[in-house]
């Protein structure tokens, strides 16, 4: 699995500096927070999930693990959708982007306690 999330973090990557440099040549930073969740939650994060997945086998092929990308796959995106449309002013998705922000953090969680169960121990261990 560990792999997986490396190759989505990258999409993350290209979509959140594009956004940025969009912004920039715009000289319009409304949706600078849907920049930094993207490039914290889906670049950084999930490509730290996807190492750790993969120096630790134990944690990155388990149930866990899949639960956890795609809760995450699927939730962040709604997120950033939803993020995006109330910074443009549509508050009718205030109940989706609550939806979509509280399963990012049952994907967190889920990551968690995979990693407190499956890393560092013998068994977790490369």
């Not at 989505?8 to 849907?34: N, Q």
């Not at 997945?53 to 939730?75: C, D, E, M």
Request: net charge positive; proline share 2%; aromatic share 12%.
């Amino acid at each position: 699995m560990g792999i997986a999330y490396i190759k989505v973090a990258l999409v993350y990557f290209v979509i959140g500096v594009g956004l940025g440099v969009y912004m920039s040549m715009a000289h319009d930073y409304t949706l600078t927070g849907v920049h930094v969740h993207i490039n914290l939650l889906g670049w950084a994060s999930f490509a730290l999930a996807g190492v750790i997945y993969w120096l630790f086998p134990r944690a990155g092929n388990n149930i866990l693990s899949k639960i956890q990308f795609w809760v995450h796959t699927i939730s962040l995106p709604v997120m950033m959708i939803c993020l995006t449309l109330l910074l443009k002013g549509n508050d009718q998705v205030e109940v989706l982007m609550g939806v979509g922000s509280t399963l990012v953090v049952v994907s967190v969680i889920i990551f968690a306690v995979n990693v407190f169960l499956n890393v560092g121990t013998k068994a977790g261990r490369r």
